[in-house]
């Protein structure tokens, strides 16, 4: 089973920041957080990821909180391509399983 | 750098058939990892390789098996199709299990 609760789904206007949540209360100390997105029918698309940092790369921000129980993505200036289903997974990497072990994601719409 | 790629793109078989997909990972990634995407389970992991082995396996039937050659590329088989094998396989490559990048898919239906 998943490891994370993410909300069904959000909703952000265009050009503004969006911030999507994700609990992962019983987070291990090696796992990492990774955030994938899929746009209709896509295959995912990698976002970022972190273990105890904030981290910022081209695409979003991640927040994790200092007691790693809890983090947030951060796509600082939607459009209307950011519109997917955001996925929020943990994970230890590396790990003896390889895998990632998916959950239903938060499905984000940007409107105009 | 190119891509992950994934050959067909779209598929129809028909029950009792089988059927073989292929990827193409990233050039240097050495892992590959295979998905299947249905609207009533959601993504589900199949198996993953790393240097022509296999080092772990989804609660899959046995219908479903893969390989990998030693040039990194891997192909996943299904044996006697099922309606219920209707589905996105996704593949994913990493440099060594890490980070995953994916392809965009091969649309698989089963008539």
């Known amino acids: 089973d998943a490891k994370t609760t993410q909300p069904p789904s959000m909703d952000c206007a265009e050009g503004r920041a969006a911030n999507l949540p994700c609990n992962h209360s019983?987070?291990?100390?090696?796992?990492?957080v990774y955030w994938y997105r899929q746009i209709h029918s896509q295959g995912p698309q990698y976002i970022i990821h972190?273990?105890?940092?904030?981290e910022t790369n081209e695409m979003a921000s991640l927040i994790i909180t200092e007691d790693r129980k809890s983090s947030t993505l951060i796509l600082p200036h939607a459009t209307l391509r950011d519109t997917a289903v955001y996925y929020c997974?943990?994970?230890?990497?590396?790990?003896?399983?390889?895998?990632?072990?998916w959950g239903a994601g938060t499905k984000l719409i940007i409107k105009p | 750098k190119a891509g992950v790629t994934q050959t067909p793109r779209y598929l129809i078989k028909t029950r009792g058939q089988q059927v073989t997909l292929s990827c193409s990972p990233i050039?240097?990634?050495?892992?590959v990892s295979w998905y299947q995407q249905t609207p009533g389970q959601g993504l589900q992991f199949l198996f993953e390789?790393?240097?022509?082995?296999?080092?772990n396996k989804g609660n899959f039937p046995g219908r479903f098996s893969g390989r990998q050659f030693s040039n990194s590329r891997s192909e996943m088989n299904v044996s006697t199709l099922e309606l219920g094998d209707s589905a996105l396989y996704l593949c994913?490559?990493?440099?060594?299990?890490?980070?995953?990048?994916f392809g965009p898919g091969t649309r698989l239906t089963v008539l």
């Open positions: 390789y790393f240097s022509e082995t296999q080092r």
């Open positions: 019983t987070i291990s100390g090696n796992e990492y």
């Open positions: 050039s240097g990634h050495r892992s």
């Open positions: 994913a490559s990493s440099l060594w299990g890490d980070t995953q990048y």
């Open positions: 972190g273990l105890k940092n904030n």
């Open positions: 997974i943990v994970r230890v990497a590396p790990d003896s399983n390889y895998q990632l072990i």
